[in-house]
């Protein structure tokens, strides 16, 4: 049975008693309304460890002005039963003012340089300063071994690590893999957002990256690539913020097309922002 904790304290209370008993505990971190691709993450930190925590918090400072923070899909009692039907031992619910107990405006604020400025931060400022300082501040709170993420947000994941390696949390982050529709399109809780007679072109964003991963394994090369990636997205009715062909540290290839890549999207269907990558 699934344990639902609103305090700090009892939490640390139920953590510390399993690690007294030896047992290796997971986080996975989400923002709720919660499918498939979160489930999938409890799943694979049970691979990993014996007790599972899942934090649910629609984080505040990681959503821009204009973006969807008050709109963004709450379910609390959907997510609580697919968590226990997944295997996850604790839900892990903080307030906001539990998350910053000096106020928003006074948190102390987790930047990671570099990796944080490229592609979706150049397109949504301070928005990984709001992931890491969320993010650290639930590693703190929870003290896991492991926690998971999903990989349809690359560079959050790239970031994180950037974060564990450089503050030297003693954490192993896992990279789950992306989860899709039948159709193809990777699963997000945004994707509720988009309207009936958008959502068949939604499909289209998951062909253009098999089509620039075989282009630029063909041969093509990597600025032809995104060009063509970003037109035929546009043709189809998105509005591109980046379509790239990346390094796995998300640095830009140089000519060779020698070892492993990532092709990243970032595009707008009606007024529901989507991303999506795949690795090659
Ligand atoms: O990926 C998400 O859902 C969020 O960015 C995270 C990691 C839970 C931090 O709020």
Redesign the pocket.
Known sequence: MIETVTELSRLRGVVSGWKRDGLRVALV???GNLHAGHYSLVKLAREHADKVVS?V???PT?FGPNEDFTRYPRTPEADTSGLEQAGCDVLWLPTVESMYPFGVELAANVHVPGVSSLLEGAHRPGHFD??CT??SR?FNQVQPDVAA??RK?YQ?LAV?QQMVADLAFPIQILGGEIVREADGLAMSSRNQYLTADVRPQATVIRKVLLAARDAYLGGAERVAVEQEAAARLQAAGYLVDYAVVRMPDLSEPGSSHEGARVALVAAKLGNTRLIDNIEF
Request: net charge negative.
């Open positions: 971190p989400t923002m934090s918090f629609v984080n990681q709001g992931v969320v993010v639930l993420f999903g947000d959050q994180i």
